[in-house]
């Protein structure tokens, strides 16, 4: 079967994201345990959380584009990507570097995930 590359970046990425977000969780469990205000570390939590939920969430999405048009799916895997690092990476350097400047920033990345949602629902139910 020939797997459009799209479909493979964003699927590969996916799977890229979910290790990553494996790996953070682990970190904090056993890294930051000690390290960290019990808040901080459930944000931590939170982030990886999020970025294992995504991260699965791009691996259907690629999956989705080996047999349907690829236009919304494409939108929906950008918005992922942008929430993943608005939202996971400004909560796991809010936590690692101590910047909570960075909460600022933390709010977009939940809007770009739920129009992630919004985008692949318009999708899938206009088929």
């Known amino acids: 079967m020939d797997i459009p590359a799209e479909a493979r970046v964003y699927a590969g ?9 494996v790996m ?26 999020y970025l294992m939920y995504h991260g699965l969430a791009l691996v259907v999405v690629g999956w989705m584009m080996t047999t349907m048009p690829r236009t919304g799916l494409t939108w929906t895997a950008r918005l992922f990507l942008a929430g993943s690092a608005l939202f996971s990476g400004s909560l796991f350097a809010l936590v690692l570097f101590d910047w909570p400047a960075l909460g600022i920033v933390t709010p977009l990345g939940g809007v770009a995930f739920i129009a992630g949602w919004l985008v692949l629902a318009r999708t899938l139910l206009r088929r």
């Open 24 to 49: 953070a969780g682990a970190f904090g469990a056993h890294g930051l345990r000690d390290l960290v205000t019990p808040e901080r570390l459930a944000t931590f939590e939170t982030a990886a959380r």
């Open 13 to 21: 990425t996916g799977a890229i994201l979910a290790g990553v977000a």
